[in-house]
């Protein structure tokens, strides 16, 4: 099992920057993939980034190079780095964990975006 738990969202203006984490914990070994999802309102989920256990990362294209994912194995946390953000990238954050069998998903954390 494991459990990811997400934190660092917030209320930023258009056009600044927020830093989301996540931590990891549980049967850590079984991790592969690691990935962020946002939720805005009204709205289904969707794939923000995804990143693999060896570093390669990938990006929806509404990212347009202004989010960047990353992860420290060691202290098996998770990180999205976003910048030039706007009033559409308002929703609930989701980190999500893969083991290729399995799926795990932390509570979300708000990013609310101001114009």
């Known amino acids: 099992q494991v459990q990811v738990v997400e934190s660092g969202g917030g209320l930023v203006q258009a056009g600044g920057s927020l830093t989301l984490s996540c931590a990891a914990s549980g049967y850590i070994a079984s991790i592969r993939a690691m990935g962020w999802y946002r939720q805005a309102p009204g709205k289904q989920r969707e794939w923000v980034a995804v990143?693999?256990?060896?570093?390669?990362?990938k990006y929806a294209n509404f990212v347009e190079g202004r989010f960047t994912i990353s992860r420290d194995n060691a202290k098996n946390m998770l990180y999205l780095q976003m910048s030039g953000l706007k009033p559409e990238d308002t929703a609930v954050y989701f980190c999500?964990?893969?083991?290729?069998?399995?799926?795990?998903w932390g509570q979300g954390t708000r990013v609310t975006v101001s114009s």
């Open positions: 999500n964990a893969h083991s290729g069998t399995e799926a795990y």
């Open positions: 990143i693999s256990s060896g570093g390669s990362t």
